[in-house]
């Protein structure tokens, strides 16, 4: 019984099957009190729940706009937009509080689901950067020196740790150490929450998108391609990714 969201007042706001958790219809999306970032327009899609999205292209190419308008934080100007169920968020420049890592990460400091945050600690790998930590998860970030990497790792596990039906993943990846470390994360994140609805924006090739059920690729706000890997590299040829990839190789060198 979760009320959808919809969108208003422009445009019709279409019926949904339960079946879906987001429908846009020709959308078209602006940024509130002009807020940075690429604006969006004529975007139609259908994703199912418990769907694993893609969402590639270049920087400022959108992908970064395209989970803010699904989360609610752009303006609809034109089509109509629906999304259903409830969403969890993990931001492409990570926020922290001057708290405790466990109270970053379950805003209390004796999380109530002791075991389910013990597996999130795994999943997102906060568990290997408590190691060191004299404290553990109770050290403060005012305390210690955490890298770019492991206050990603501790928004991810934010994310992960809330129940939702709709999880974004906004770049959360690209600043840890290594790829192999990002793919594995993002590897682990999916499984952990393989029944609910995952959209992950990514900057760099990996295997995973070869298993998305979606691939979207942005573009100056608009999205040019859409469909499966497979369907992708059969309209578009076999180098369709290989731009992706060797952006990607460049950044490992």
């Not at 019926?15 to 987001?22: E, K, L, R």
């Not at 922290?96 to 790998?125: M, Q, R, W």
Request: proline share 4%; net charge negative; with cysteine.
């Amino acid at each position: 019984g979760k009320k959808p969201r919809a969108y208003a007042p422009v445009g019709q706001v279409i019926s949904v099957p339960d079946a879906y958790h987001i429908q846009l219809d020709h959308a078209s999306f602006l940024w509130d009190n002009r807020g940075v970032g690429q604006s969006l327009r004529d975007i139609s899609l259908r994703i199912r729940s418990g769907q694993f999205v893609a969402v590639l292209g270049a920087t400022a190419s959108g992908k970064s706009s395209l989970l803010k308008a699904l989360l609610g934080e752009m303006t609809l100007t034109n089509g109509s937009a629906k999304i259903s169920g409830s969403t969890s968020y993990a931001p492409q420049e990570p926020w922290t509080l001057a708290e405790s890592i466990c109270f970053n990460i379950t805003f209390t400091h004796n999380p109530p689901h002791p075991e389910h945050y013990k597996d999130i600690l795994e999943v997102s790998g906060v568990a290997e950067d408590l190691e060191p930590l004299e404290n553990g998860d109770e050290t403060l970030l005012t305390e210690a020196n955490f890298t770019p990497a492991q206050i990603a790792r501790i928004s991810l596990a934010r994310a992960l740790y809330r129940n939702a039906d709709i999880y974004l993943f906004d770049n959360v990846f690209s600043s840890f150490e290594t790829e192999k470390k990002a793919d594995e994360a993002l590897e682990r994140a999916l499984g952990s929450c393989k029944y609910a609805t995952r959209i992950v924006a990514l900057s760099h090739y990996t295997s995973a998108i070869e298993r998305s059920d979606l691939i979207l690729y942005m573009k100056d706000g608009a999205m040019i391609h859409s469909g499966s890997y497979h369907q992708l590299i059969e309209a578009n040829g076999p180098e369709f990714f290989d731009a992706l990839r060797l952006e990607t190789d460049a950044r490992n060198l």
